[in-house]
T-cell receptor, first 113, second 114 residues
Framework: GQQLNQSPQSMFIQEGEDVSMNCTSSSIFNTWLWYKQEPGEGPVLLIA?????ELTSNGRLTAQFGITRKDSFLNISASIPSDVGIYFC?????????????FGKGTKLSVKP | EAQVTQNPRYLITVTGKKLTVTCSQNMNHEYMSWYRQDPGLGLRQIYY???????DKGDVPEGYKVSRKEKRNFPLILESPSPNQTSLYFC?????????????FGPGTRLTVL
């Protein structure tokens, strides 16, 4: 079935640094989503992308829908301690039934003040 | 306040003892789903429901049951729990249509099966 591969698995950065992470698939996706999970909580949607090449921002976060439709990128500018968490990419599994959403394994971000 | 609630938040049980984890949303969402989260494996979908009386299997449905008798509720049932079902479980909901992927998640239920 379809799989989403996220990299890096984890990142340790200094406050103020910019962050880049990505998500790739061997299959084409028509939708890419980025979620953030803070410790002890459920994931929260950050950005949804619906068009190849689309670039969408949410505050200091910017996500891009790769032109090949097989990848997506998330950038965080000027990181702050509250950016700590696990970032997941997700997309609909077109190999399965409508409604089946699959997630990558996540990128764990740690920010040192 | 718009929210997805899950109960209980923490549960320790023994192998074979039937249990139900409840999920309720107050946003009139058609779509609801259950996920489990295990270290290093991310979130994996167990079951989902596109509307009342409509349910479908996700990627890891074995050992679980669900029902959708009312729009707001989507309980997860473990008829005979086993230790490999020890996990963190999340319920989520969303509107149907193109935005069904934009899901609101509950706070999670941490289940331990001894």
């Amino acid at each position: 079935g379809q799989q989403l591969n996220q990299s890096p698995q984890s990142m340790f950065i200094q406050e103020g640094e910019d962050v880049s992470m990505n998500c790739t698939s061997s299959s084409i996706f028509n939708t890419w989503l980025w979620y953030k999970q803070e410790p002890g909580e459920g994931p929260v949607l950050l950005i949804a992308l619906y068009k190849a090449g689309e670039l969408t921002s949410n505050g200091r976060l910017t996500a891009q829908f790769g032109i090949t439709r097989k990848d997506s990128f998330l950038n965080i500018s000027a990181s702050i301690p509250s950016d700590v968490g696990i970032y997941f990419c997700a997309g609909p599994n077109y190999g399965g039934s409508q409604g089946n959403l699959i997630f990558g394994k996540g990128t764990k971000l740690s920010v040192k003040p | 306040e718009a929210q997805v609630t899950q109960n209980p938040r923490y549960l320790i049980t023994v192998t074979g003892k039937k249990l139900t984890v409840t999920c309720s949303q107050n946003m009139n969402h058609e779509y609801m789903s259950w996920y489990r989260q295990d270290p290093g494996l991310g979130l994996r979908q167990i079951y989902y429901s596109m509307n009342v009386e409509v349910t479908d299997k996700g990627d890891v449905p074995e050992g679980y049951k669900v029902s959708r008798k009312e729009k707001r509720n989507f309980p997860l049932i473990l008829e005979s729990p086993s230790p490999n079902q020890t996990s963190l479980y999340f319920c989520a909901s969303s509107l149907l249509g193109r935005t069904y992927n934009e899901q609101f998640f509950g706070p999670g239920t941490r289940l331990t099966v001894l």
